[in-house]
């Protein structure tokens, strides 16, 4: 588990982690999305030790990071697979020996090396390329070996910068299933840094919206999409919604719901009039999710609460901020 606790961060005299504060459980997958400089990546860099932080405690299973010496640094490293934005992969060497390098690092025999590659070939399913050099590999490809490298040492936390953020659509929803599928078959915590929201719908347990170097929101991803929540807004340009008098209501249809005829037919049930404010339905992974806010007069808001009561419907009432 990685435990982080207050952290604050300075660059000189700036401020650029301001009281973080999150837990990361075992297993987990669990995104970290902001816009460019919200601190996102920074605190990656701090989780595995190449940035230090001066105020606050990060724990990655039960290890203060700031207070280990290179050597116990070192051999902490080893837990935490790291995969970068651009690869990072020696062009001089061949797919085979860019997988090997952690492992020779260590001083593991050439027989448990050659072994333990060919396990990870399989796995990111790039078997086949095993002695190409970088240079020939599609941008899907170099993020494969890019994995499979992060995966030699049998890590218990894989820590993700950016890792789709070089490639294309298609391909980046086949690394997001090939990181799906490893976390389901190794049980590896993965720590996604992003600033894609569809990275967050399509893979990722729980969430913190961060920025400025603050965490705005920390949650279960399904929960801060279904409820739209403010910082959610805010990060994806919706936070002017312009709320009318009166009393408005925002609608909540979670994955598995069908309530399209809802509204009409609660119109005609109370023999109200009302407006649709807003509304929104999203792809989240194999469902949908959506919300609408409607509003109607004060004197209708309290029937129109206990009728959503007496559905089972999940309602908020929402004012202007």
Known sequence: MICIKKVN?????????KGVDMEIRDGEIFGIIGHSGAGKSTLLRCINGLEDYKEGSILVNNKE?????????????????????????????????????????????KEDINKRVLELL????????????????????????????ALALNPKVLLCDEATSAL????????????????????????????????????CTKVAIMEGGEVLEIGETEEIFLHNTKALRKLIGEDNIVLPQGTNIKILFP??????????????????????????????????????????????????????DNKGIIWEEIVND
């Open 9 to 17: 961060k300075y660059y000189g005299k700036t401020k650029v982690l």
């Open 65 to 109: 990071i700031r207070t280990l010496n290179e050597k116990q640094l070192r051999e902490m490293r080893k837990e935490l697979g790291m995969i970068f934005q651009h690869f990072s992969l020696l062009e001089r060497k061949t797919v085979f020996e860019n997988i090997a390098l952690p492992l020779e690092c260590f001083k593991y025999s």
């Open 122 to 149: 399989d796995l990111v399913g790039i078997k086949d390329k095993k002695d190409i050099k970088p240079r020939n590999l599609s941008g899907g490809q170099k993020q494969r070996v890019a994995i499979a490298r």
């Open 168 to 203: 294309d659509p298609n391909t980046t929803k086949s690394i997001l299933a090939l990181l799906k599928d490893i976390n389901k078959k190794l049980g590896i915590t993965i720590v996604m840094v992003t600033h894609q929201m569809e990275v967050i719908k399509q893979i």
């Open 255 to 308: 994955k598995g719901t069908s309530n399209e005829s809802l509204i009409t037919k609660m119109a005609r049930d109370l023999d109200i009039d009302f407006s649709i404010v807003f509304g929104k339905l999203e792809k989240f992974r194999d469902d949908i999710l959506g919300s609408l806010i409607i509003n109607v007069s004060n004197k209708s808001g309290e029937s129109v609460k206990r009728y959503l």
